[in-house]
């Protein structure tokens, strides 16, 4: 009986300590800060007004609102970044972050006239964006969005334009980036980093230069494809990706 006793007590004890142990993780929090960047498109401005960012861990939920007006996000390339917020975040594994924009604000201007931006999918639910990494508690976060121009506008038929956002989340401290400057400029050239299966793609600006944050280490592959006649497709071998450091192939021509 009393042996009977002693083992209860025991698993009360180990019960207690491991729902102490559970509780005590689920109301950890880890400080974010959620940056975005942007990949250029042939536009004159892309105004985005965005609400809040929801993001989904394995201990619970938060919102970050996002304060202020619609901003140019075009305003954000080459590795130049903005914060659009930050907050507290349970810890734990991220399991999902989606991106709400405002019903109204969102506009595109084109050959200096603006076009509403319509987005089909609707902004109650929110832009899903895929993010494998584990926040820890007490140990600050940044996580760069970036917003891909190119591949978000889609023109219809009657002159409108949709917004059907693309956008990676990219972890800032694991990663490292690919710059250079593709001659001449007037190549319209877009760039694409290959790793195996996983492509990155890129478009250079009006000056030639291209820019991928956010790429993981590794040995990458370069192409470049010139969207306009008479220039030459170009491919770099070869190129080694460090974590933290960025990768410059400096004036590479397509005459």
């Known amino acids: 009986m009393k042996i009977n006793s002693i083992f209860v007590a025991l698993a009360v004890v180990v019960l207690l300590g491991s729902c102490s142990k559970d509780d005590k993780q689920s109301t950890q929090t880890t400080p ?18 965005i609400d809040e960012i929801e993001i989904r861990t394995s201990t619970g939920i938060e919102s970050l609102d996002v304060d202020g007006d619609p901003f140019n996000i075009l305003a954000y ?26 019903d109204e604000g969102n506009d595109i201007w084109v050959d200096g006239v603006r076009h509403p931006l319509k987005t089909p999918s609707g902004q109650s639910s929110g832009v899903k964006i895929k993010v494998q990494d584990e926040l820890i508690p007490n140990v600050a976060y940044t996580l760069l969005l970036d917003f ?76 470049i494809q010139p969207s306009v006649a008479g220039y030459l497709g170009k491919t770099v071998e070869d190129v080694q990706v460090v974590k933290g450091s960025i990768k410059d192939l400096g004036n590479i021509s397509v005459q």
Do not use: C, W
């Open 148 to 223: 891909d121009a190119s591949k978000s506008i889609v023109k219809t038929g009657n002159n409108q334009y949709l917004l059907k956002p693309v956008i990676r989340a990219i972890p800032v401290a694991t990663s490292g980036a690919i710059t250079g400057t593709i001659s001449p400029a007037a190549s319209l050239a877009h760039v694409f980093a290959i790793n195996g299966v996983d492509t990155v793609g890129t478009l250079a600006n009006s000056v030639g230069k291209f820019y991928f944050p956010g790429i993981s280490e590794g040995t990458y592959k370069i192409v």
């Open 77 to 102: 390339t080459m590795g130049r970044d903005t914060v659009i917020a930050g907050d507290d975040v349970p810890s734990g594994m991220i399991q999902e972050i989606r991106l709400k924009l405002e």
């Open 32 to 49: 974010v800060t959620i940056k975005m960047t942007d990949a250029p498109g042939y536009y004159d401005a892309i105004h985005l007004n």
